[in-house]
């Protein structure tokens, strides 16, 4: 079956030949006004994706101390995340780093105390619904920085679609209205050009420590929008 926006596309250029986004400027008759028209449309769905980040942070008297105990703890994060039905491609480090503790003292150069050993991984996670007890988990586990989630829509074309064919509807009525004003018809469509689409969607930051847990946490989707941004140029005439 024909796609809803692919088909209004379809129609548009047979009644209106001159429908392109080309750079070639269009042939336009003497008596005929060109309008342009620049119009926004949004559309929102629930998210079906959420990201977090999960790290571990660990400290010792020297850095193989630190790195090694923050493998360990690391492992235990990383089968809490597999044993939650997570997939291994969904699953990515995203930064490991050791870095000197410094103690300063008036009058004295920096002393090295310890090092600090992270390591960060990001998971996506595809059942929404299960974020709060992953979260729990991945703190249970060992992960002691939590940033996220953020949620969004795994294949958003689908709804870019509905919003372009939001836009160009709403360009198509304000093109109307400026037409019965001036006593004219909208003839047809020159050209249009879309501009500006984007995905906002809603990032809630946490920052959580184990001791913050005692409990499934509580995490609330909302919805996840995009928006596209349309050009348009109408051919007005008697």
Not at 180 to 195: A, F, Q
């Amino acid at each position: 079956m024909r796609h809803p926006f692919v088909a209004l596309l379809a129609a548009m250029a047979l009644s209106a030949p001159a429908v392109a986004g080309a750079q070639a400027t269009p042939t336009v008759p003497a008596d005929a006004t060109l309008l342009s028209v620049s119009s926004q449309a949004e559309a929102r769905r629930a998210p079906d994706i959420a990201t977090v980040s999960a790290g571990v942070v660990t400290q010792a008297a020297d850095g193989n101390t630190a790195m090694r105990q923050n493998a360990e703890q690391m492992s235990r994060v990383l089968a809490a995340v597999k044993a939650a039905g997570v997939a291994a491609k969904d699953v990515q480090t995203s930064g490991i780093n050791l870095n000197p503790q410094y103690r300063y003292e008036e009058n004295q150069p920096p002393r090295i105390t310890g090092y600090q050993a992270s390591n960060t991984v990001t998971v996506k996670l595809r059942d929404v619904a299960k974020m709060g007890q992953v979260l729990d988990a991945l703190v249970a586990s060992g992960a002691n920085q939590i940033n996220g989630p953020s949620f969004g829509i795994d294949d958003p074309e689908p709804l870019f679609d509905q919003a372009r064919a939001d836009a160009l509807k709403q360009a198509q009525a304000r093109a109307a209205t400026y037409a019965d004003t001036l006593g004219l018809r909208v003839r047809r469509i020159v050209s249009i050009s879309e501009g500006g689409a984007g995905m906002p969607v809603p990032m809630p930051r946490m920052a959580m420590k184990a001791e913050a847990f005692d409990g499934s946490t509580p995490v609330a989707a909302g919805e996840s929008s995009v928006s596209v941004q349309l050009d348009v140029v109408f051919e007005l005439g008697r």
